[in-house]
Each structure stands twice: as structure tokens, then as C-alpha cells.
């Protein structure tokens, strides 16, 4: 409409209409182009004084406006979408945007109590029990985690990066470094949870010795995860299984599990877990302290009682440096029982002494078996009245297993392998499965002679 008026007009006045408006079109840029430039300045402005307010120095460094602003992203993002996955690498993300230390809950009476799930239930029932609505987009994700972590695994068997691979080394911890919100905890592949609002007193590794527990394993998850996040710990659990038919060897699998959790993340406390206990108070901190810790004080099978006073077995915990002072634990012990014992001989010879709580704190249910027992060891009393002789030469420090198979599940990490008798150290002293007896005769020809 305002072209048909100007042309109707004479055509001097539309060549001064013309120039008039071709003024105004460069003073309309001029005036953009001023406006983009207080922009940028006021940008520039915003930026440093955003830095100022939430930089904060850690690790040599300090977060910058784009780590708030990605911040703040994921947390829209996480309200439109909770199950995406996010990364867990950065200390703002996995406890949070404060420096709270997670508080150890005070679990006094009644209220410390665990209500306990014992009937039989199959492993997928857990799972969806602890993850709920997440559970579906974690198993859609384990098949991509697990081709990573198992390449690594193999890269680690040809002593690093595969000449044919072109991408380069990663680890473990590379691989799962993305996390997804439940509840108050972050959750990657393999059974890894993280608080994601404080600071946890105690990164701590689950390693539970396995073979043919199969009916006990579901029970037992379904329960110790709901009680590990009551006390806001960060942890992992390690299913670390015997893949062959020689007898068990727990301690051995033990070794095997401290150093396979470690690839996964750097855990300062372990927890030595058999995979029948549940422990029935929620009082029962599952932290590490500066003595090894034995968490039962009593269990139904024994009328809430303890086997023997100097027991030291089914759930013990240590830190990462107190294991590698006294070695690890013994490998020598094929069969039931003898191996607690001797590693309480260890601990003992190295200046340390067990600490354990008392009265219900302590106490314990076992699930009921459903497998044949493990053929007991007959030469454990042997090997216990010369456990001396191996304290620096039989644990960590002779440990030799064939290349795991791992396995990531919604619930734990399935670590199997093919454990078999070490070579035998000539300062040893030989046991025989006669040993018993031969000690017997012997009292015996000392009390006629």
C-alpha cells in the first residue's frame, strides 16, 4: 500500500522520498551493529562477573560460566527426561554442588531394624525392585557397556592397545563414566551407585566369592542394596566367581576381587561378603576404620551367637593400604574352612587387631542352602600351624590367574575366572592330607615314650 502512494507521487519527490529512506536503512544498521556490539560487551561482563560468583578453585582449576551453565542444562534435561545418562566425572556432578559430607544416619530402636525379603525370588524380580521405573533403560544400555569394558579387557590381554585398534587407550572407568539419576543416587553399569547430593565418607567395593549360589545371589542383592543406600556410601558390587571344578578357594577369589574392583574405580574400603549373610540392622555401618573390621557379632544358625570367639569370617572390611601391608589373603586354602583363620594370623602379625560390634548391631540371617557344601579341607590345620612361614610370600604378591571374563549386569559386575593351584615355594613346609592323624600318632608315641 505505502508503494502505490509513492508512486503516485511527482517524481522528484520520490527520488527525495528515496534518498530519505536509504538514509534511514544506514542509520537502522549503524544502530544494529551498535546494538550487537553492547551485547558482546555486555556478555563479556555477564561472563567474568558469573566466573566470579561461582568459580570455585579445585584440582588447580576453577569452574567457569560454561560448567554452571551445563549445570543447569542437565538438571532441565533431567527434569524432561530423568533416565538420561549423564557424565559422573566431574566432582560437582557425582556428590553434588556442595562440599556436604553424607551424614551416617542414626539408626537407634526400632528404627534400625531391617526388614529382610527371604523368600525365593529370580534375579530380573530384584533388579526391577531396585530400579522401578529405570529398569528397562539400563538393560537397553548394559550390551553397549559391556562390548566397551570387555575390549578393554582384551586390549589389557595383549599388554595394551591392539596394533589393528586406532583409537586410543582407555581404561575401565573411561568406559563407564556416564551415570544415570534414581532417587538420590547417580547409577552406572555393573551395580555402581553414587550419592548424588553429598559427599560419601567411604567409596566402597562389595566382593563377594561365587560359585553355583544361584538361588541365594537374587535374595541377597534385593536386600543389600536398599540397606547400603540407607547409609549413603558409594559402592560396587563385585561378584567374583570360580569358573572351573576344583575345590573353592574364597580367599583366592578375594585376591582376584581387590585387584579387579580397583579397574573399575579407586575404592579405599573392600568388604569381604559371603553371599548368604544379610545383615539385620541398619546400624551396622558398612565403612572401613583405621583396624579391620569383622561386622558380625552373631547369626540365626548359631542362636545369634558367634561359631568360636576368635571367628573371623563371612563379612570382614579393610582399606585398600591395610590389605596391601599384610599381602592379601592366602592362596593356599582349597576347600572349606581355614583360610579366616589364617587371616586373621596375618592381620594380627602385622600390628593390626579386629574391631567388631556388639549385640544386635552385629547380627546376621542366612539364607537357606540350596547347593551342595564345599568338601571340607584336610589340610587346614596343616596349613594354619605354618601360616607363618607364607605371610610375605602367599597372597597378593604370588597371584596368578588367567584373563577374567566381566560381565556388567543391571545389579553387579560378574567377574569369572579360571583359578588354579599356584606353584609351590620351596621354604614351605608340605601338608598332607594325614596331617591330623600324623600329629595324633605323634602325641601318642610322646606319651609312651
Request: proline share 4%.
Amino acid at each position: 500500500m505505502m508503494s502505490l502512494l509513492i508512486n503516485c507521487l511527482p517524481r522528484s519527490i520520490r527520488y527525495r522520498c528515496t534518498l530519505k529512506s536509504l538514509a534511514m536503512n544506514k542509520t537502522l544498521i549503524v544502530l544494529m551493529w551498535a546494538l550487537v556490539a553492547c551485547a558482546l560487551v555486555s556478555t563479556s561482563v555477564l561472563w567474568k562477573s558469573m566466573d566470579s560468583k561461582y568459580g570455585v578453585e579445585q584440582d588447580g582449576g576453577g569452574y567457569r560460566l560454561s560448567d554452571w551453565l551445563n549445570r543447569l542444562r542437565r538438571s532441565i534435561d533431567l527434569a524432561y527426561d530423568p533416565n538420561q545418562r549423564v557424565s559422573i566425572r566431574s566432582q560437582d556432578i557425582r556428590y553434588g554442588e556442595t562440599d556436604e559430607i553424607c551424614e551416617e544416619n542414626d539408626f537407634a530402636g526400632s528404627d534400625g531394624n531391617v526388614t529382610l525379603y527371604m523368600n525365593w525370588t529370580e534375579l530380573y524380580h530384584a533388579e526391577e525392585e531396585i530400579l522401578r521405573t529405570s529398569t528397562s533403560f539400563v538393560r537397553k544400555h548394559l550390551h553397549t557397556d559391556n562390548v566397551l569394558v570387555r575390549s578393554i579387557y582384551a586390549d589389557a590381554a595383549h599388554g595394551g592397545r591392539r596394533p589393528e585398534r586406532k583409537q586410543p587407550h582407555r581404561t575401565v572407568s573411561d568406559a563407564l563414566s556416564e551415570g544415570i539419576l534414581i532417587d538420590d543416587y547417580y547409577y552406572v553399569s555393573g551395580g555402581h551407585w553414587i550419592p548424588a547430593k553429598c559427599h560419601p565418607r567411604w567409596k566402597v567395593a562389595i566382593i563377594v566369592p561365587f560359585r553355583d549360589r544361584f538361588y541365594q545371589l537374587p535374595i541377597f542383592l534385593r536386600n543389600i542394596v536398599p540397606f547400603l543406600k540407607r547409609q549413603k556410601l558409594e559402592f560396587g558390587i563385585y561378584v567374583i566367581e570360580q569358573a572351573n571344578g576344583l575345590d573353592f578357594n574364597r580367599a583366592m577369589l578375594m585376591n582376584v576381587g581387590f585387584q579387579q574392583a580397583l579397574n573399575f574405580s579407586r575404592w579405599d574400603c573392600f568388604i569381604f561378603h559371603d553371599v548368604d549373610h544379610l545383615p539385620l540392622n541398619n546400624a551396622n555401618y558398612y565403612g572401613c576404620s583405621h583396624m579391620p573390621r569383622h561386622f558380625i557379632s552373631g547369626a540365626d544358625r548359631w542362636n545369634y551367637k558367634l561359631q568360636y570367639s576368635f571367628f573371623f569370617g563371612a563379612v570382614t572390611g579393610f582399606t585398600r593400604s591395610q590389605i596391601q601391608k599384610f599381602n592379601g589373603f592366602p592362596n593356599a586354602y582349597w576347600g572349606w574352612g581355614g583360610e579366616d583363620d589364617d587371616i586373621l594370623i596375618r592381620i594380627q602379625a602385622h600390628g593390626f587387631f579386629k574391631t567388631r560390634p556388639w549385640g544386635v548391631t552385629g547380627f546376621y540371617n542366612v539364607i537357606a542352602e540350596h547347593h551342595k557344601s564345599a568338601p571340607k579341607n584336610k589340610k587346614r590345620v596343616c596349613l594354619l600351624d605354618y601360616a607363618h612361614e607364607r605371610l610375605e610370600s602367599d597372597g597378593l604378591s604370588n597371584l596368578v590367574y588367567p584373563p577374567a571374563r566381566v560381565t556388567l549386569t543391571p545389579l553387579y559386575t560378574n567377574i569369572s575366572v579360571n583359578i588354579t593351584k599356584l606353584a609351590l615355594n620351596p621354604t614351605w613346609t608340605v601338608c598332607t592330607r594325614d596331617y591330623k592323624r600324623a600329629k595324633k600318632d605323634e602325641l601318642v608315641n610322646w606319651k609312651m615314650n
